[in-house]
């Protein structure tokens, strides 16, 4: 970024960054505060402690832009050490993230509103945006994130600026850009519980007068990222490890006062011990680790895990040797041998080019290319651990019977042998394109306008071998040798377009109305082939044959989703507001169809039996109606600061994928109405005491399902008298009260030193963890604390810090659902009682971090 320009125009495009190192040196969590020690050119553009949004494709202060949003600056992730997504929960209320997994690869929900995590066909209803744009994989969150200038959380519907899958809210990362003078950092930490170190650098500056350059990459290594319980059979040792690279180029390129260029190119390599991450089992009812349940009951084998979901320790076993010998069709052969392992590689690019065609007119063009190449294989019954025994043989007392109906299991049985099953090997590959233009006015006067256009296309390829039966227990493929059950292959393609356009009214000069409207259309399009299925299982009539192919099935939708609001600013320090808002999530085709007899309808002669079957795939689009009422305000100078927000929102067909795990059937639901409702509130105090400041922020929310919404009974069918209507029940995830607090205090110790003491603790009420039915897994309410001691230079030359990230290794459970191969019980279990295991995600424990940087 060039610093000798002077145009008034092109200073205004540089605000965002003059004002990030002034952000950097204060944001927390939704308010701004006033700071004596931002540059002089940061006070001309804006005003001293003045933090810039983008939240309507426009520059705004936090304090005027009607939306509730929540900012961290640079700084502030770097005193606690946050970079990766799940770290911002604990400042940002409500926010819940999952991280891992075979689906999506993650989850993000806001106010008690996301998406699943169990498939890679759902869109986030929380829009994750990268530089400007928005990314259709969860997968891009893994590696996390560094050289950050901002993260804007925005809540609730944001369909009118941000478009498809923002119907809940907003994710916003901005990587740092070109600095106007030379300048080099570099920072090294070594975290002590998970013995993870990371180094990082950058270098920034500009090349000419009109041509700015800046160059930042990171590693990161983690040994013991997941530990596993004493006695796990597993190959890579006690411990999980991770790697991660992240490296990015950033030019910017003024040639004329009037046009600028900003272009980012980055590459992200993450590599895992396998896609199950702090995933634990919570035993049920029945208090006992139920064993795997195979085959009807030929073959039994123990969990082996022991109960305890807060000891941080997991058991995840390797797959079984008899289902580990041959993977059909793909590149997860290559080495696999029974032990998971994760890999992904992601390539990013971004242009944006503004181009002011007259004095109050810029043309804004942001271009978006990303390539996603993952492959993970795991075993996805989570537990199991040798001898097997067979329920059925020693219901008839026959000890043979394991050795004579699944001999390739007995052939390896023993003690302590590795018997994951379930296994799965998803390759994902995305190729996504999009382009977005706005036209946008600055008149100076009661009038501005903003129109454009935006459009996506994008290819996402799910090819995966699976073990959903586990037939190679029994022997491998007599043609092929392949020990998985099947490998199915689901290509989406997508096509989204959408005009938008809003304007604005100063009535007077305190009143403002605005408002506006997008026009969405999405096509998708999925083919469903199978060039596999076990011998075994095709000779029989529950399976598809090897070969199969569904043909194309479509799914199309359109919407409108309006917008408008009305802000009064009372005083320079007091804004109010009210909005009306709508959102919009494309449905689509689920690609989580096993092929089974559900598939069978594709190869009917008649028309209608196949769109039944190519309707049973499809889910529908999630809309959102409400609206927010807000206040703005700050006393005492700038020094008090005080934002309070009240909402209410009802959303249509919510997207909902559920697990049944004695059936082993994923079952795609709309959840017929959920209504979410509540009070955010935001607050900072900069005290008379220098360098002292509190800051923190609480919710209220009541988020329930407000009409009929049945999950399918314990057999995993609807229509068969047990059905579970979930009307006035909590949603997941949605605590009744969460918040937190702050407290930043920098200490002079001379002219060339500064002490810094950082503190933050969380609070979360109690939560359902899933939504398949009334009574599932609770977790209770719990705190966290997060500490920080530093000492450097008060410029930030340098800095040696001591972080601490959850400090009393409090661990709780984001998510949860049914553990796979349950036994049934009754007749059915051949003794054994019914399975009531569960699959728990959670959190990360405690982190502590040496650390040092510098920057010049």
Request: hydrophobic letters at 40%; charged letters at 15%; one cysteine or more.
């Amino acid at each position: 970024m060039i610093a000798s320009i002077g145009h008034a125009r092109t200073l205004r495009r540089m605000r965002p960054l003059l004002l990030a190192s002034a952000a950097g040196l204060f944001t927390v969590p939704g308010v701004a505060l006033a700071q004596d020690d931002v540059g002089s050119e940061n006070q001309t553009e804006a005003g001293p402690g003045v933090i810039i949004v983008t939240a309507r494709k426009q520059e705004e202060t936090l304090q005027e832009v009607p939306v509730t949003v929540t900012v961290l600056g640079g700084d502030t992730l770097e005193k606690y050490n946050v970079d990766q997504v799940a770290d911002v929960v604990s400042r940002v209320p409500t926010l819940n993230v999952q991280v891992g997994g075979s689906g999506s690869g993650g989850q993000l929900s806001l106010r008690g509103v996301g998406s699943s995590n169990i498939s890679a066909a759902f869109d986030s209803a929380v829009a994750f945006d990268y530089d400007g744009v928005q990314i259709s994989t969860m997968r891009m969150v893994q590696a996390g994130f560094f050289d950050t200038q901002q993260i804007d959380i925005l809540k609730g519907p944001q369909s009118l600026f941000f478009g498809k899958s923002a119907s809940a809210g907003v994710f916003s990362i901005k990587s740092a850009n070109p600095t106007p003078t030379w300048e080099i950092g570099g920072k090294a930490s070594y975290e002590i519980e998970e013995k993870g170190y990371t180094v990082s650098g950058f270098v920034s500056g500009p090349v000419s007068d009109t041509l700015g350059i800046r160059l930042a990459a990171q590693y990161n290594k983690i040994d013991e990222y997941v530990e596993l319980q004493p006695g796990t059979p597993a190959a890579n040792g006690p411990f999980r490890g991770q790697k991660n690279i992240v490296a990015r180029g950033t030019i910017q390129w003024d040639p004329a006062p009037e046009f600028t260029a900003n272009l980012k190119l980055q590459y992200v390599r993450h590599e895992n011990d396998g896609a199950i991450g702090h995933s634990d089992i919570f035993c049920g009812a029945n208090g006992v680790a139920d064993p795997v349940f195979l085959l009807s009951g030929v073959a039994a084998i123990p969990a082996g895990n022991d109960c305890d979901i807060q000891d941080g320790r997991y058991f995840l076993p390797d797959v079984a040797p008899a289902l580990a010998a041959q993977v059909p069709g793909n590149d997860a052969s290559v080495g696999f041998n029974g032990v998971p392992f994760g890999e992904t590689d992601i390539k990013f690019g971004r242009l944006r080019m503004d181009w002011d065609a007259t004095d109050s007119l810029t043309l804004t063009s942001v271009t978006g290319l990303l390539e996603m190449d993952a492959i993970d294989v795991d075993s996805y019954s989570y537990v199991g651990i040798g001898p097997a025994f067979s329920p059925i043989g020693n219901a008839i007392g026959d000890p043979t019977f394991l050795a004579t109906n699944a001999p390739a299991l007995a052939a390896t049985n023993g003690p302590g042998v590795p018997l994951g099953t379930g296994a799965s090997d998803p390759i994902n590959r995305l190729d996504q394109f999009s382009q977005e233009l706005r036209l946008a006015s600055d008149f100076g006067g009661a009038f501005d306008f903003m129109v454009g256009a935006y459009y996506e296309t994008r290819t996402f390829v799910f090819d995966t071998a699976q073990q959903g039966v586990n037939i190679s227990l029994i022997a491998p493929d007599p043609v092929t040798g392949n020990t998985f059950d099947w490998d199915k292959i689901h290509t989406t393609d997508t096509e989204a377009k959408s005009i938008f356009g809003s304007v604005s009214f100063d009535l007077t000069e305190q009143l403002e109305i605005s408002g506006g409207v997008r026009y969405t259309d999405e096509e998708k399009v999925q083919t469903i082939s199978i060039p596999y299925v076990h011998t075994f299982l095709s000779s029989g009539p529950a399976f598809v044959n090897s070969g199969f192919f569904s043909g194309p099935i479509a799914f199309s939708d359109s919407n409108w989703s309006p917008e408008a609001t009305i802000r009064y600013q009372a005083t320079p320090d007091i804004n109010v507001f009210a909005s009306f808002k709508t959102g919009f999530k494309s449905g689509g085709i689920d690609n989580s169809a096993l092929p089974s007899f559900s598939l069978l309808g594709f190869d009917s002669p008649d028309p209608a039996v196949r769109q039944a079957t190519a309707d049973g795939l499809i889910f529908q689009s999630e809309e959102a109606i409400g609206g927010e009422i807000g206040v703005k305000s700050q006393f005492d100078n700038r020094n008090i600061t005080l934002n309070v927000t009240g909402y209410h929102y009802v959303f249509d067909n919510l997207q909902v994928q559920n697990f049944n795990a004695t059936t082993i059937q994923f079952i795609t639901l709309n959840a017929g109405e959920v209504t979410t409702q509540g009070i955010d509130v935001a607050w900072a105090y900069r005290t008379p005491l220098d360098g002292l400041s509190f800051s923190g922020n609480l919710s209220y929310l009541d988020a329930t399902f407000s009409d009929d919404f049945f999950t399918p009974g314990a057999d995993g069918q609807f229509n068969t008298g047990d059905d579970i209507n979930l009307n006035g029940r909590d949603v997941a995830r949605a605590p009744k009260w969460a918040g937190n607090i702050a407290a930043d205090w920098f200490i002079p110790m001379g002219n060339s030193l500064e002490l810094g003491l950082n503190g933050n603790v969380s609070y979360s009420d109690s939560y359902f963890t899933d939504e398949d039915t009334l009574n599932d897994f609770v977790q209770d309410s719990f705190i966290t604390i997060d500490a920080s001691v530093s000492v450097g230079h008060p410029d930030g030359n340098w800095r040696l810090a001591l972080v601490g990230v959850n400090l009393t290794d409090e661990i709780y459970v984001n998510t949860s659902g049914g553990r796979p191969f349950l036994s049934p019980g009754g007749a059915a279990g051949f003794g054994l009682p019914a399975g009531d295991d569960l699959v728990v995600t959670q959190n990360r424990g405690r982190q502590v971090f040496v650390e040092a940087s510098f920057r010049f």
